[in-house]
């Protein structure tokens, strides 16, 4: 069993910034990628951005390049996605969940952290 505790949503205007975290304990392991998804109302899950075990390796959808940046930190077995320049578009609830390197999740979701852009 794998717990995922997201956290640091909250609202901001556009143009402002958040730091998301992700707190990964239980059956998982170091040298599984990472992932951020995320779901806005009435929409299926989206992948937002990877990082391989490492932290050499990332990967972003079109969406959020080069506003969003993913990090991990294997001590501390924790994920983080720094969000940039948010726009009203990016209002969903952020979810973390470990991959085999690609966009599909290997577990159940968490309870994920709400992050509301206003315009």
């Known amino acids: 069993q794998v717990q995922l505790v997201e956290s640091g949503g909250g609202l901001v205007q556009a143009g402002g910034s958040l730091r998301l975290s992700c707190a990964a304990s239980?059956?998982?392991?170091?040298?599984?990628?990472m992932a951020w998804f995320r779901q806005a109302p009435g929409k299926e899950h989206e992948f937002v951005a990877v990082?391989?075990?490492?932290?050499?390796?990332?990967s972003y959808s079109d969406s959020v390049k080069g506003r969003f940046t993913i990090s991990r930190d294997n001590a501390k077995n924790t994920v983080y996605l720094q969000m940039n320049s948010l726009k009203p578009e990016d209002t969903a609830v952020y979810y973390c969940?470990?991959?085999?390197?690609?966009?599909?999740?290997?577990?159940?979701w968490g309870q994920g952290t709400q992050v509301t852009v206003s315009s």
């Open positions: 969940n470990p991959t085999l390197g690609g966009r599909s999740p290997l577990y159940d």
């Open positions: 239980g059956r998982t392991s170091s040298t599984y990628s």
């Open positions: 990082i391989n075990w490492s932290g050499a390796t990332t």
